[in-house]
């Protein structure tokens, strides 16, 4: 069965960074679509980026546009995220998403919660 | 990338049926039959309930339905059950390959 295993989130400050990583198991990765998607404690979901299976077609929040890249290791079967610039509001837990056709969110991971905070 | 909007909450009694709304623009909602519906219990990752406007993933009951009408779509659980009480949020295609959220509903089965 699909396994997505976020990891790499805590507390940085304000201006830090921080590299999310997401472990996937159970399905064939490198023909697969992938994205970011995070909730704030106590709010709704926001969806952060996307990557296409190949990974040379990426597409980004305006929220996190030129702070975010998202990226993937196809021979490690690994979803990054790599964080920059990092502000309070993005505090949340960042899930990692399958979606395999179409524009539909298939399986997700637990998260990993990241804590912007000095 | 404006978000989608619901009704911050909906209720039911067992049995009964509830619909949901979820309205965009020609955008997103309107302009794409990529409309997806997710269920969310507390402290659970979400779950996918609809894709493409009224398609169920397998396993998940014939009592959830969706539909769309110009910029609105629609989630509809018909013969409510305690444990559809959760929060449900909408998403659509919004271009560019960007995907947009519903502020979700919390819906209360009395």
């Known amino acids: 069965q699909v396994q997505l295993v976020e990891s790499g989130g805590g507390v940085v400050q304000p201006g830090g960074s921080l590299r999310l990583s997401c472990a996937a198991s159970?399905?064939?990765?490198?023909?697969?679509?992938m994205h970011w998607v995070r909730q704030a404690p106590g709010k709704g979901l926001e969806w952060v980026a996307f990557?296409?299976?190949?990974?040379?077609?990426?597409s980004y929040a305006d929220s996190v546009k030129g702070r975010f890249t998202i990226s993937r290791d196809n021979s490690k079967n690994t979803l990054y995220l790599q964080m920059s610039s990092l502000r309070a509001e993005d505090t949340a837990v960042y899930h990692c998403v399958l979606s395999p056709s179409g524009w539909r969110f298939d399986s997700w991971g637990q998260g990993t919660l990241v804590t912007v905070s000095s | 990338q404006s978000a989608l909007t619901q009704p911050p909450s909906a209720s039911g009694s067992p049995g009964q049926s509830v619909t949901i709304s979820c309205t965009g623009t020609?955008?997103?909602?309107?302009?794409?039959?990529?409309v997806s519906w997710y269920q969310q219990h507390p402290g659970k990752a979400p779950k996918l309930m609809i894709y493409e406007v009224s398609e169920r993933p397998s396993g998940v009951p014939d009592r959830f339905s969706g539909s769309k009408s110009g910029n609105t779509a629609s989630l509809t659980v018909s013969g409510l059950q305690a444990e559809d009480e959760a929060d449900y949020y909408c998403s659509s295609y919004a271009g560019s390959n960007s995907v947009v959220f519903g502020g979700g509903t919390k819906l209360t089965v009395l």
């Open positions: 159970g399905f064939t990765f490198s023909s697969s679509g």
């Open positions: 020609s955008s997103d909602i309107g302009g794409y039959y990529y």
């Open positions: 990557i296409r299976y190949h990974g040379s077609d990426k």
